[in-house]
Each structure stands twice: as structure tokens, then as C-alpha cells.
């Protein structure tokens, strides 16, 4: 009770017991409930009753701007002619869609259709790619020709003739004066020149980039409406319009009204300017808002939020009105009469249970005083009762018990009390207590717990266990050679090797056999271990090395390459002595060369390692190969063709002639 007393006063101060009795400690349904919504609410109990009504005021505006924001946007909706937006990102989208109503360039409201879009987009492609060329062929040819080749039909016929059939002895004909007179018509300067036939061809691709650009003018221009200004056409402007309908056509979705969509946004079309201001202040809340949310565990509203309707959201925030009224009215009262003020609503409910918890001791402490004064008669002294006195006394109690096993009478139990301590029975006592403890010193650390547990229980026990001992001489010389023998085997981490065989129901002789036996195996595991040669393969390691032989054979044929062409560049004579010398030194003269038999008579070995083949008619081989000169087979190609007086000299040439 006084310490249940203490810990209020400490939670509240000295005024605890003027706290309201009508405070609860516990959560109410709806403070609960909000931790089980599909977005976690916020932790309640964490704030102080100025931060409580704070957000609860906050809350609340929140909760009305969201809703008189989802009206809003429910007639911007119908404005636009687009589906009333649910969630926040359709949200978004619309504010987006009215903002573009106001920008430029304005789209042609046929685009606000992905067909005809499409169309637009591929005739200002044509129409601006026509137009460039037909800009750059004037620029080209304007200087010199005058606008007349646009229409000239003799022009194409001029232009060819030019270039394909005045040639040599044709610029003498009366044809070629009467075509020069027609070019020299087509100039600026109405005179003619050379240089006017060399750019008739200019003339004529300014023609025919102006008839493209007509063509181009007669299909495409209709898709581009308004924008379509002949030359002076902003293609920039066309596209930029083309972007803009296609995010409004993205942003409308489906399910529009066409023609409300078009009166907003398109150039023809008025946007309703209440309409456009709405969209913008919501787009400005609605980003604030999002801006302000924040994760937990901060007073807020979360994150996740933003993936709500608007209604939800808003709903959010209605259901923390209530419990945050009601954190505050307790975190309030509380701290009325707290000296820790301001307290969060967590520790003024831990304040408020404290305090039950108190008054309820107290009462159970008053409705007790007579049973208590009965059982514990001179000890109790109500609240100044002292629990150490109480506990020595049962302390004694229990030892009084422990001794007298068979347990005792009132009139036995008074008499103890009153009895007086026997000094003799003391001294007898100690000295036994004294013997034990130096008789248990000599077993083991293992052994000491078990062995005062047997010497300190009842005297039957005691005396039969001193009867034990003295039956057994031989004892403690086999336990020390018992520790000796674990001693080695513990050295060898066998040490579990005894529990186990004694489990197990080795006799003494086979011990020494399972000893042997253990420490045999563990020598073979640890080389089967270790040495890799004694190591089981698997399937994958070999299929590894078959995979590496693979690859060095492989590289071992790529090699077999470098290695001929290292065997033949050993065999390639030296460039710059010998017969290679010859041959070198001849190929740098500018003249004064030796004769190519007298050259080949000097260097016929090195001219055959290096040419090995020759082919030559019948006389040159008479006229440049010495007579020594051999190969190893004569070929004739035609040889039915050749005399055989002009191929006997070919023929003694062979090897084997």
C-alpha cells in the first residue's frame, strides 16, 4: 500500500489524493479503434493536452477543407465535362486540366481526339518539312532566276537539255541560240551566262519544292485549322498545341463531354475563369496538404493518406475529433494537480491507474486491521509494521520446522518459544558443522554439493552415509586414479567417452579396445579431412576438369597457328646478306639493275623459298632462268596449243625430266 502510495505521489506529487475519482485510466473504443483503421491513426496517448486540442483543431479544418474541396471539384467536373474525381491523383489531374484551359498555345479542339491528333501531327511534319525545302531552294535560286520558273512549262525541257544534249558541235545549232534566249528570259538580269546553264538545275528543284509545297498544302493543311498561316506557319506553335491536347486528352480520361472539354481548353473556346481560380486555390491546398503529412510517430496526417478518396480522408481526420476531446479533458485535469504539468495523456492515465491502485490499497489495508492484529499479535503495528520483523520470524519458523520433521504440538511450540539457548548443545553443533566442512573440502567441486547435502539432512541419512564411507577403504585411491585416467582422456577432448561407455554397459577390459578404437577413427577422419588426395569427387568437379581440357585443347590448336608462322618466319632468309641481300639490294636501284637471269642465277634458292611457283610462257623461260634452274613439276595450261619445240625448254626445267 505505501509503496503503491509512494509511486502516486511521485507520478502526481503531493496532491495525488485530490485527483478526481472519476478520471479512467483506461482508452476509450474510439481512441482504440483508431489504430485498426486502413491507415493507422495517430498515437493519441503521446500528446500533452495543449498538443491534443492543437490537433484536434487542425483536424477539423482539414477535415471541412477536404470536403468543401471535393464539392468543388465535383462542379469543376461538370464544368470540364469530365467524371467527378474520387482520389487524390484524379484530383490532381483536373486541377491540371484547368490549368492548361488558360495556357497557349490552344489546341484545335478536333485534337482533343488521339485520331485526328495524329493526323495533325503527321501534317505539320509534311507541311513544315516541305515548306523548309521550299525556303532553301529559293534561297538557293532566287538571286539569279525570277519567280516566272514556278510556271514556266519549258522549264523541265530546258533544264535537260542543258545538261544531257548540248554537247561539242550541237552548241552551233539554231536550237541551242533559241534555248539560250529562254534561259536568259528566266533571269533576273535577263541576260545569259555560262554560269545560268551550270544552275538551271537550281531553278528547277526551286520548281519542284513549290509543287511539292502545294501538294503538301492541298492534303494537310485542313488538319491544322487555325494554325495553318501559309509560310508564315509557327510549326513550334503546332506542336506545342498538339502536346498540350494530348495531356488534356490524358488527363480527361474517358467518359467525357467532348464539347464542354472543347469550350474549356480549345482556341475556339471560352474557360469559365470562376471555374479556372477554384481548380488553382484547391491545387494550392491540396499541395500544402500533401506537403504537411508526415509519418509516425509525429502528430499528423500520414503519408498514405494521399492513396484515400477524398471522403475517406477527411473521415480520418472526423474520427480523431472525438478522442482527442477527450485526451485533452484528461491530460487537463491531470496536470491541475500535478507538479510534472504538462504530462502527456499516457503518463496522466499511468497517474490516474497509480492513484486507483492507491485508494484501492487503502481500503483493502482498513477492512484487514483486525484479521491482521489477530495473526501477527505484537508485530502488527498498522502501518509502521515492519516487514523485516516479520520475515526474521518466519525465518525462524521455518528452521523450527526444518528440525522438528515429525512436526509438534501448541504446548510443544510454546515451550520453544520460552525455552532459553543450551551453550553445550551450541558448541556440540559447530563442532559438527565444522567437521562436515572439512570432510567435504576433500571431495571434488563436482562431488561438494551432493556430499554437504548428505551430511546436513536427517540422521538416518547421515549416519548411513558415514556407514558407506566406511565400508568402502579402497574408494578414494580408485577415484584418484579415476580422475587421473579422465584427466588424459579429457587432454584428447575423450573425456565424454566414459559417460557415454558407462551408458552404454562397457565393462572395464573392453574400455581400453573402445578407447583405442575412437582414437584410430578420429586419426582417419582428420586425414580424410585434410588431405586432399584422400577427398571424394563429385559429378560437377569432374565435369569442371573435362571442361578445362576442353579449353586448353583448344587453345592448344589456336597455338599450332603461331607456331607454323614461328617456323616459317625462322625459315625466311635474312633481307640484308646473302642471296636475300642480292635480291634486296637490286629492288632499291634506280637503274644499273643486274639482268633478271644473271639475278636469278645468283639467288635461285632464295628466289624459290620465296616464290616457289613462277608462270611464264615458253620464251621468257629461255630468256631469264639459268639452265640450273628446276622445279619440281612443269605444268602447261593449253597444252594441246603449244608446239612441242617450244615446250621442250619448259620441259627440262622439271626435276625429273
Known amino acids: 500500500m505505501l509503496g503503491v502510495e509512494q509511486s502516486a505521489e511521485r507520478a502526481i506529487g503531493p496532491a495525488w489524493r485530490t485527483l478526481p475519482g472519476n478520471l479512467v485510466s483506461d482508452a476509450p473504443e474510439e481512441e482504440t479503434l483508431l489504430a485498426s483503421r486502413q491507415v493507422p491513426g495517430i498515437e493519441v496517448a503521446a500528446l500533452t493536452a495543449q498538443q491534443a486540442r492543437a490537433t484536434r483543431q487542425s483536424f477539423g479544418d482539414l477535415a471541412v477543407m477536404l470536403r468543401r474541396h471535393r464539392e468543388s471539384l465535383a462542379g469543376i467536373a461538370t464544368a470540364y465535362g469530365v467524371p467527378a474525381p474520387a482520389d487524390f491523383d484524379q484530383a490532381a489531374d483536373l486541377c491540371e486540366l484547368a490549368a492548361l484551359s488558360v495556357a497557349v498555345p490552344r489546341p484545335e479542339a478536333s485534337w482533343l481526339e488521339a485520331r485526328a491528333r495524329g493526323y495533325a501531327r503527321q501534317a505539320a511534319q509534311e507541311l513544315d518539312q516541305a515548306l523548309t525545302e521550299l525556303k532553301a531552294a529559293r534561297a538557293r535560286a532566287q538571286g539569279l532566276f525570277r519567280e516566272s520558273v514556278l510556271t514556266d512549262p519549258g522549264l523541265p525541257g530546258l533544264a535537260q537539255q542543258f545538261a544531257e544534249d548540248y554537247r561539242?558541235?550541237?552548241?552551233?545549232?539554231?536550237?541551242?541560240?533559241?534555248?539560250?534566249?529562254?534561259?536568259?528570259?528566266?533571269?533576273?538580269?535577263?541576260?545569259?551566262?555560262?554560269?545560268?546553264?551550270?544552275?538551271?538545275?537550281?531553278?528547277?528543284?526551286?520548281?519542284?519544292?513549290?509543287?511539292?509545297?502545294?501538294?503538301?498544302?492541298r492534303q494537310y493543311a485542313r488538319h491544322l485549322g487555325g494554325f495553318w498561316a501559309g509560310e508564315d506557319t509557327d510549326f513550334e506553335a503546332v506542336r506545342q498545341g498538339l502536346d498540350l491536347a494530348e495531356r488534356c486528352d490524358a488527363l480527361a480520361g474517358t467518359g467525357r463531354?467532348?464539347?464542354?472539354?472543347?469550350?474549356?481548353?480549345?482556341?475556339?473556346?471560352?474557360?469559365?475563369?470562376?471555374?479556372?481560380?477554384?481548380?488553382?486555390?484547391?491545387?494550392?491546398?491540396?499541395?500544402?496538404?500533401?506537403?504537411?503529412?508526415?509519418?509516425?510517430?509525429?502528430?499528423?496526417?500520414?503519408?498514405?493518406?494521399?492513396?484515400?478518396?477524398?471522403?475517406?480522408?477527411?473521415?480520418?481526420?472526423?474520427?480523431?475529433?472525438?478522442?482527442?476531446e477527450a485526451a485533452a479533458d484528461v491530460a487537463q485535469a491531470v496536470d491541475g494537480v500535478s507538479h510534472h504539468a504538462p504530462m502527456s495523456l499516457g503518463q496522466a492515465r499511468q497517474a490516474i491507474e497509480l492513484t486507483r491502485r492507491a485508494r484501492a490499497e487503502r481500503e483493502a489495508f482498513q477492512e484487514h486491521q483486525e484479521t491482521d492484529r489477530a495473526l501477527l499479535g505484537p508485530l502488527h503495528q498498522a502501518e509502521r509494521t515492519s516487514p523485516a520483523a516479520i520475515e526474521e520470524a518466519l525465518a525462524w519458523a521455518r528452521a523450527a520446522r526444518t528440525i522438528a520433521t515429525?512436526?509438534?504440538?501448541?504446548?510443544?511450540?510454546?515451550?520453544?518459544?520460552?525455552?532459553?539457548?543450551?551453550?553445550?548443545?551450541?558448541?556440540?553443533?559447530?563442532?559438527?558443522?565444522?567437521?562436515?566442512?572439512?570432510?567435504?573440502?576433500?571431495?571434488?567441486a563436482g562431488r561438494r554439493d551432493t556430499m554437504r547435502a548428505a551430511f546436513t539432512a536427517s540422521f538416518a541419512?547421515?549416519?548411513?552415509?558415514?556407514?558407506?564411507?566406511?565400508?568402502?577403504?579402497?574408494?578414494?585411491?580408485?577415484?584418484?586414479?579415476?580422475?587421473?585416467?579422465?584427466?588424459?582422456?579429457?587432454?584428447?577432448?575423450l573425456d565424454d567417452l566414459i559417460d557415454r561407455a558407462a551408458a552404454q554397459g562397457v565393462g572395464g577390459r573392453q574400455f581400453v579396445r573402445?578407447?583405442?578404437?575412437?582414437?584410430?577413427?578420429?586419426?582417419?577422419?582428420?586425414?580424410?579431412?585434410?588431405?586432399?588426395?584422400?577427398?571424394?569427387?563429385m559429378a560437377t568437379q569432374r565435369d569442371a576438369l573435362v571442361e578445362e581440357f576442353r579449353k586448353l585443347d583448344k587453345e592448344l590448336i589456336d597455338a599450332a597457328y603461331a607456331q607454323v608462322i614461328e617456323v616459317c618466319n625462322a625459315r625466311r632468309p635474312n633481307p640484308q646478306m646473302g642471296r636475300a641481300g642480292i635480291i634486296r639490294r637490286e629492288s632499291e636501284k634506280k637503274s644499273r639493275h643486274m639482268p633478271v637471269r644473271k639475278l636469278l642465277a645468283s639467288a635461285v634458292e632464295t628466289v624459290q623459298l620465296i616464290k616457289p611457283c613462277f608462270m611464264m610462257s615458253p620464251l621468257t623461260v629461255s630468256q631469264f632462268l639459268p639452265p640450273d634452274f628446276t622445279f619440281d613439276v612443269v605444268i602447261f595450261d593449253e597444252a594441246s596449243q603449244v608446239l612441242p619445240h617450244d615446250a621442250i625448254n619448259c620441259a627440262c626445267t622439271g626435276a625429273d625430266h
Do not use: C
Not at 263 to 273: F, H, L
Not at 430 to 435: S, T
Open 168 to 217: 561539242g558541235l550541237s552548241k552551233l545549232s539554231a536550237a541551242y541560240r533559241r534555248d539560250k534566249r529562254a534561259v536568259a528570259g528566266l533571269t533576273v538580269s535577263g541576260t545569259w551566262t555560262k554560269v545560268v546553264t551550270e544552275r538551271l538545275h537550281e531553278a528547277l528543284q526551286w520548281r519542284q519544292a513549290h509543287e511539292r509545297a502545294q501538294t503538301a498544302q
Open 257 to 324: 463531354n467532348g464539347k464542354l472539354l472543347a469550350d474549356q481548353v480549345a482556341r475556339e473556346g471560352r474557360p469559365n475563369t470562376a471555374a479556372y481560380e477554384s481548380a488553382m486555390e484547391i491545387q494550392r491546398d491540396l499541395q500544402n496538404w500533401r506537403a504537411r503529412l508526415t509519418p509516425a510517430p509525429r502528430a499528423g496526417g500520414r503519408p498514405a493518406l494521399a492513396l484515400l478518396t477524398l471522403a475517406e480522408a477527411a473521415e480520418w481526420y472526423e474520427a480523431h475529433l472525438p478522442p482527442l
Open 406 to 444: 515429525a512436526g509438534m504440538s501448541a504446548e510443544v511450540a510454546e515451550a520453544l518459544l520460552e525455552s532459553l539457548p543450551d551453550p553445550e548443545l551450541t558448541a556440540r553443533w559447530n563442532a559438527w558443522r565444522d567437521a562436515v566442512t572439512r570432510l567435504v573440502a576433500l571431495w571434488g
Open 461 to 493: 541419512e547421515t549416519t548411513d552415509m558415514i556407514a558407506r564411507l566406511r565400508a568402502d577403504g579402497n574408494g578414494p585411491d580408485e577415484w584418484r586414479s579415476f580422475q587421473r585416467g579422465r584427466g588424459v582422456l579429457a587432454a584428447g577432448h
Open 514 to 537: 573402445l578407447v583405442e578404437r575412437v582414437v584410430l577413427q578420429a586419426w582417419a577422419d582428420h586425414h580424410l579431412m585434410t588431405d586432399p588426395r584422400l577427398g571424394t569427387g
